[in-house]
Nanobody, 118 residues
Framework: QVRLEESGGGLVQPGESLKLSCKSSRITSDIYAMAWYHQAPGKQREWVAN???????DYVESVKGRFTVSKDNAKSTMYLQMDRLRPEDTAVYYCLANLGIRDTPDYWGKGTQVTVSS
């Protein structure tokens, strides 16, 4: 089992930045893929970004050039640097861990709230 804990959310104005953290109970160099998702009020949870065990990353089109996903294996922590935030980025942000092992479930954190408002 993998426990994930997000932190770093808050209230910011449009154009400002936030950096989210996702602390893992399992060393991140041993996790096949980690991801960030977000869920806005009344909407389904949506994928935001991935980072794979080899460091490769991928992003949803709406955040490309504004968000950066990274990880520090020594700290077993994944990050999401969010720049030039927009009101439509307002959501609860969740992290996910996929071990890449057959018949093993994905693991989710409990989320952190990000609110972008003037």
């Amino acid at each position: 089992q993998v426990r994930l804990e997000e932190s770093g959310g808050g209230l910011v104005q449009p154009g400002e930045s936030l950096k989210l953290s996702c602390k893992s109970s399992r060393i991140t160099s041993d996790i096949y893929a980690m991801a960030w998702y977000h869920q806005a009020p009344g909407k389904q949870r949506e994928w935001v970004a991935n980072i794979f065990i080899n460091g490769a990353t991928d992003y949803v089109e709406s955040v490309k050039g504004r968000f950066t996903v990274s990880k520090d294996n020594a700290k077993s922590t994944m990050y999401l640097q969010m720049d030039r935030l927009r009101p439509e980025d307002t959501a609860v942000y969740y992290c996910l861990a996929n071990l890449g092992i057959r018949d093993t479930p994905d693991y989710w954190g409990k989320g952190t709230q990000v609110t972008v408002s003037s």
